[in-house]
């Protein structure tokens, strides 16, 4: 199947007063991708309201939700979804459920949040709870993830209700030391899964190494042990679809600055093919 880019540039699921820095990250990264080969979800201009739900913006996450199906349906293809915030993943990992791959959650958090537990209402700190069928009725998938099938990977940033989800649902997890391409291949074989799906908050970079993020965190993965690792998983396992998201750029010098890096990783995705 071809590959086929989706550029969804939602920034109504963060949490920060920099969202609007996510548009920006969207496009540049578009502007290097094969145009032939990518789409655009239109995102509302609005930030929307939460509808009495306690996650902010809802009403705008439930109309891109909405519109990034549509574009999916476009193409039988396998997509990668360029964000805009890690609430993206929603529709695109709804998209491939059916098939039950591994959901591999590359990110300095884990997003499991509930619209109670959360600090900031933020829908990104929520939505592989939401994939989990725990989270706002509205984004609940009719079909969620089990616990089972998915694996946090470069992880370092929970909070205490997170990571008692972790324990109690028993997901696996591999911290940003232990992060390697035979510590991900062990964790995938062990869920049983016969593809994978790959999202990468590209958080989990060391920002030592990678500056366009909104929400850094110290002691990240480096872009070549990632991209080594990604191009592992993907040599053995089909791939479901990927997703990379949180390129907010401060300024046009610094997305020409990470771009590369950004490059490398979709090379890493597609390198099996
Ligand atoms: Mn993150």
């Given at each position: ?8 540039p939602?920034w109504?699921g963060?949490?920060?007063?920099r ?11 578009r ?37 990034t ?13 360029i964000?805009?915030d ?20 590359i ?10 537990s ?14 989990l ?17 998915v ?10 209700e997170?990571?008692s989800?972790?324990?109690d ?11 390697s ?6 964790a995938?074989?062990?869920?049983g ?9 590209l ?6 190494e ?9 002691f ?12 592992a998983?993907?040599?053995?396992y ?17 997305a020409v ?11 890493a ?5």
């Amino acid at each position: 199947m071809a590959i086929n880019y989706v550029v969804v540039p939602q920034w109504q699921g963060s949490g920060s007063s920099r969202a609007m820095r996510l548009v920006d990250g969207a496009e540049s990264i578009r502007g290097d991708l094969p145009s032939a080969a990518t789409r655009t979800v239109e995102v509302p201009l609005e930030a929307g309201d939460q509808q009495g739900t306690g996650v902010h913006r809802l009403s705008s996450l439930t109309l891109v939700r909405e519109r990034t199906h549509h574009v999916f349906a476009e193409d039988a293809a396998i997509h990668i979804t360029i964000g805009g915030d890690c609430g993206v993943e929603l529709a695109a990992i709804e998209h491939v459920s059916a098939s039950a791959p591994a959901v591999v959650w590359i990110d300095a958090h884990p997003d499991l949040h509930t619209p109670d537990s959360s600090p900031s209402g933020a829908f990104t700190g929520m939505v592989l709870r939401t994939l989990l069928g725990e989270g706002p009725a509205a984004l609940v998938p009719e079909h969620p993830l089990t616990a089972d099938r998915v694996i946090l990977a470069g992880v370092r940033s929970a909070d205490p209700e997170e990571d008692s989800y972790i324990q109690d649902a028993g997901i696996r997890s591999i911290g940003a030391i232990e992060f390697s391409p035979e510590a991900l291949l062990d964790a995938i074989a062990a869920t049983g899964a016969d593809s994978v799906y790959l999202h990468i908050d590209l958080d989990v970079l060391d920002p030592a190494e990678f500056a366009g993020l909104g929400s850094p965190v110290p002691f990240g993965v480096s872009p070549t042990a990632l991209a080594e690792t990604i191009r592992a998983v993907v040599a053995k396992y089909p791939l479901a679809g990927a997703g990379i998201t949180e390129f907010a750029p401060a300024s046009i010098a610094q997305a020409v600055d990470d771009l590369p890096t950004i490059l490398r990783l979709i090379g890493a995705i597609t390198s099996a093919r």
